[in-house]
């Protein structure tokens, strides 16, 4: 996708409003349109970069600083509980949005959300012993 056509660039350029909760050189944080939990806000680097392995040696960690900083101001003005954070990498994990987005999502106890190990329930078919032999 070209960042002439995509959404979060669009966003970025001032073409489609938000509602900005952080934002700094490198990277914007809004509220998500379509909360999942109240608070729900994606972070995206201000560079166009559809995976997480298109980011620089630099916009990593500027990206990371980003949702700490982020985290900081919900838990500030929100008071969660917790926070579930992470990101969906390629269509296969579920990204829908070629453009490389966090997702942080506040978590309050008793609001009925799982954990990251709910995303997926199919371990494979290898043990974990025959998969590690392959990164050897």
Excluded at 37 to 66: D, F
């Amino acid at each position: 996708m070209s960042p002439k056509d995509c959404i979060f660039c669009k966003i970025i350029a001032g073409e489609i409003p938000n509602y900005t909760i952080y934002e700094d050189g490198d990277t914007l944080a809004f509220l998500d349109i379509h909360p999942c939990a109240k608070g729900h806000t994606v972070i995206i680097p201000k560079q166009h970069r559809e995976r997480t392995a298109g980011l620089s040696a630099v916009e990593g960690p500027a990206l990371m600083n980003a949702v700490q900083k982020t985290m900081e101001r919900i838990q500030t003005v929100l008071g969660p509980d917790g926070f579930n954070v992470g990101w969906n990498d390629g269509s296969a994990a579920g990204q829908v949005v070629p453009h490389l987005h966090i997702h942080i999502f506040p978590r309050w106890v008793g609001d009925g959300g799982g954990s990251v190990h709910s995303i997926v329930k199919n371990p494979g078919e290898m043990s974990v012993a025959e998969v590690a032999k392959l990164f050897l």
